[in-house]
């Protein structure tokens, strides 16, 4: 079978424009020696990299960045979604995960909502409708950090944000691309998105100031009076009152009983690397069960970007995510079996059923969404503490729904439960639906090696295994390995799908451009279906620590508006 790519060895001797020779990086990582922050907005970042510098951990950085990235790239996240986040804590030489979200509404249940589709005459849960607003975790979350492993005050870490929510900020320009089609559609949304989130009923141009003062006030609720502001106090009794003046389903009741759960993070070992993710109700086990199956091939060999390595990425991809669509769902209602589905015999057993061609009919091997906007960031501090957080809205700026003087949109995550009974992640009152985001963290050798994430809904896994594989397999350092041209696959079964679906069609496969027209042809001879472009390829930051130079390497997505920022 023909191997077209570039070997690792010749990356340098190819590269003719950067003096560094990275054959794929368009820029140096960027390393400092007491503290780093990586946002996909570098105001954002600066606000983070501000907290450290005053005095703050990697913990309160990462809180103060998330919610300067709520205020600067609503398209994304923001207080009205949910949160993710694994934490390394250099004091106690352990490994933290936080599950932050939010469950359906008590008083919905599964009977009436199938009542309430019919009327509506749909088939599934609808995007921007109130039946998908489940509880915004994403403010217990920061509380939870805080309360643990925070070393300032909350007052402190939300003067940044509070500040340019009322000053304002000009607004970015991949964000500003985004804002503006989101506006137009969500604009006349119930609620106060139009006098929150517009201009004159538009979103913002590229370097227009924007203010959001009801979300200033709301963080000043939050600094002075705590997490209670937004789960017992004057914003839960606002959304109560909203919802029941709008035939919404959420209660007072489900944000006064709402909390989130440390989890122990699910891990395997890649080639030596122990790579961790948080399970449970989140597809961060599809990662490492790419990478079990991926350990069996020699990857280094068959070289980067080469028809062989794509086709062994995505059959693996399509063996994985079969499981994610049968298997993920709130640990409280199921027993994900992660005894089988991270064991190297599983993997060995999988393997066997990627064969040369492309796969077009695979279940999951277990018997028992692609698109979303997302923001991930990460942290590290001169202590050797850091964070890997992921937050969202789900679909962009989310429902659309605001209610006024909050300034934040509420999450459509609840679309992303299944309505067949017999399905782990089917609907029921107050459960966690499926989610797409994932924090990833990996160590070496026992010590804090790599935070790094990507958004992107189902492209996550995606986008993690490639990271990985271009750094471990590949030889290329962290801004390199995002850099590097990408791949992405659509169209496996889904965990919104009905229990006895199952793969039957070899799907999408989309390439970036720069791996060449070769290699395009070399994998529709295999029977996959190609395209180039015209996909969604993620965006990512990393931070790395090198423990022997006692450094660390931060890199951010060079596509859109990310940073890297160091002190």
């Not at 609620?191 to 989130?197: K, L, V």
């Not at 909390?259 to 449970?280: E, F, K, L, M």
């Not at 969404?369 to 960031?377: A, N, P, R, S």
């Not at 989309?510 to 015209?534: K, M, T």
Request: charged share 25%; no cysteine; aromatic share 10%.
């Amino acid at each position: 079978m023909l191997t077209i790519g570039i070997g690792v060895n010749d990356m340098a001797l190819a590269q003719g424009d950067r003096e560094a020779g990275n054959h794929f990086a368009t820029r140096s990582e960027v390393i400092a020696k007491n503290g780093m922050v990586a946002a996909s907005q570098p105001l954002a970042a600066q606000v983070g990299l501000d907290v450290l510098k005053n005095g703050g951990n990697a913990i309160d950085a990462a809180i103060a960045t998330n919610a300067a990235m709520g205020l600067m790239e609503p398209t994304g996240n923001g207080i009205g979604g949910d949160l993710f986040a694994i934490i390394w804590h250099e004091e106690s030489g352990q490994l933290y995960a936080l599950n932050a979200s939010g469950r359906s509404p008590q008083s919905l249940s599964y009977d009436r909502l199938m009542e309430i589709l019919d009327e509506k005459g749909e088939d599934d849960i609808p995007s921007y409708d109130l039946l998908s607003v489940s509880v915004p975790g994403a403010v217990d979350g920061w509380f939870e950090l805080h309360e643990r492993f925070g070393s300032v005050p909350m007052s402190d870490i939300l003067s940044g944000p509070i500040n340019y929510a009322e000053e304002g900020f000009p607004v970015s320009e991949a964000i500003s691309s985004a804002w503006r089609g989101s506006a137009n559609f969500l604009k006349n949304q119930p609620g106060a998105f139009e006098e929150t989130f517009t201009i004159d009923g538009r979103g913002p141009e590229k370097g227009e100031v924007f203010k959001n003062p009801d979300l200033g006030n709301t963080f000043r609720l939050l600094a002075e009076q705590g997490r209670d502001a937004f789960y017992k106090g004057e914003i839960a009794e606002k959304i109560d009152a909203w919802m029941k003046e709008n035939d919404g389903y959420l209660r007072y009741e489900d944000f006064e009983n709402h909390s989130s759960q440390w989890v122990d993070p699910v891990s395997t070992n890649y080639r030596g690397y122990d790579v961790y993710q948080i399970g449970g109700n989140n597809q961060g086990t599809a990662v490492l069960q790419m990478l079990n199956i991926l350990e069996g091939y020699d990857l280094e060999s068959k070289g980067f970007g080469s028809e062989e390595t794509l086709h062994l990425l995505v059959e693996a991809k399509k063996l994985a995510f079969e499981d994610r669509a049968k298997q993920y769902a709130d640990p409280d209602y199921h027993d994900v079996p992660y005894d089988i589905l991270l064991s190297k015999e599983y993997a060995a057993e999988r393997r066997e059923l990627i064969g040369d061609r492309a796969s077009r009919d695979l279940s999951s091997g277990v018997d028992v969404m692609e698109d979303g906007d997302t923001i991930y960031l990460t942290t590290a501090d001169k202590d050797g503490n850091m964070v890997s957080l992921i937050q969202s809205n789900f679909r962009g700026m989310g429902t659309g729904f605001v209610v006024p003087g909050t300034g934040f949109s509420f999450q459509n995550r609840g679309e992303l439960f299944s309505l067949d009974p017999e399905h782990p992640n089917v609907y029921e009152p107050g459960k966690r639906p499926f989610h797409t985001i994932i924090p990833g963290f990996v160590m070496k050798d026992g010590k804090p090696w790599f935070s790094f994430g990507n958004m992107g809904g189902g492209y996550q896994p995606i986008g993690h295994v490639s990271i990985l594989t271009n750094i471990i397999d590949f030889g290329m350092n962290i801004q390199e390995a995002g850099d590097a041209p990408r791949w992405s696959h659509t169209g496996s079964s889904q965990p919104t799908d009905s229990a006895d679906e199952k793969l039957s069609d070899p799907g999408q496969l989309s390439l970036e451009s720069a791996l060449g027209f070769d290699v395009v042809r070399a994998l529709r001879s295999r029977g996959h279906r190609v395209q180039v472009g015209n996909s969604f390829f993620g965006r990512y930051q990393g931070i790395m620590q090198d423990h022997e130079k006692g450094v660390w390497f931060g890199a951010s997505e060079s596509r859109v508006d990310g940073q890297a920022v160091g002190y």
